[in-house]
């Protein structure tokens, strides 16, 4: 079984394809691979084409050894090449994951590519013979190519809520005796306050024996009501 870097989080909604010992050039096929990674399957394919045909380029970000292009200003950098090789190489790959996607069922025109890696392979050695019988290494940049795509899924609208406004600590309070739920307790009758209401009702007793009889009734309601708006403190 082959292995890879990753794994999708569905396998059932993905496909994937790998190249091994590829020979390209390992930088070249790094930046193109970067360049179609989160990209649509068709949409990349058609990239891949166009760089072939030269009519668009690869922005190179990393490996910043190419030259200037004006083709590389949408992609914000500078620097641009058209590695044909690489390119090749990579819609095969693409061809070759499009089959495997169509096969597990998917919808090709949802698919995009999830995951793209390049890695350094063992270099081809080969022997360059120069003058004075020198000999000097010849090698090749081969590379690993791994990549799959996999389906997007829809997103879904999240349900539209109404923001309540923002209450201070007394609205607040004062709400949830409105609603009903919570009642303030009650503050505990002390002997200070028993004391109190003795004194005042004594008092008005005392007051109330110089007061007429028919105007004592309005007297003492009046008083009873003054005890219970009065605040008694300890």
Excluded at 12 to 39: C, L, P, Q, S
Aim: a positive charge; proline letters at 5%; glycine letters at 4%.
């Amino acid at each position: 079984m082959v292995k890879y870097s990753r794994e999708p989080a569905v396998p059932t909604k993905a496909a994937k394809a790998r190249g091994k010992d590829m020979r390209v050039h390992f930088k070249n096929t790094y930046e193109v691979a970067h360049a179609i990674r989160g990209m649509k399957l068709e949409k990349a394919q058609k990239y891949l084409q166009d760089v072939i045909d030269h009519k668009q380029c690869v922005p190179f970000r990393k490996h910043v050894t190419a030259g200037r292009t004006a083709q590389s200003h949408p992609f914000g950098v500078t620097q641009g090449r058209w590695p044909k090789k690489s390119a090749e190489h990579l819609l095969e790959l693409l061809e070759n994951v499009r089959a495997n996607a169509e096969a597990r069922g998917l919808d090709i025109k949802k698919t995009y590519l999830l995951h793209t890696q390049v890695n350094k392979a063992p270099k081809g050695r080969r022997r360059n013979f120069k003058a004075h019988g020198r000999i000097k290494d010849y090698c090749a940049s081969n590379c690993h190519v791994e990549l799959f795509v996999a389906e997007k899924e829809e997103n879904v609208q999240k349900p539209s809520e109404k923001k309540l406004p923002k209450l201070s600590k007394k609205q607040a309070a004062r709400r949830r005796l409105k609603i009903g739920k919570a009642v303030p307790a009650a503050k505990p009758v002390t002997k200070q306050m028993k004391q109190h209401t003795q004194s005042f009702q004594t008092a008005l007793s005392l007051s109330l024996i110089h007061i007429s009889e028919p105007t004592r009734p309005l007297y003492i309601s009046y008083a009873v009501f003054c005890l219970k708006k009065k605040k008694i403190t300890n």
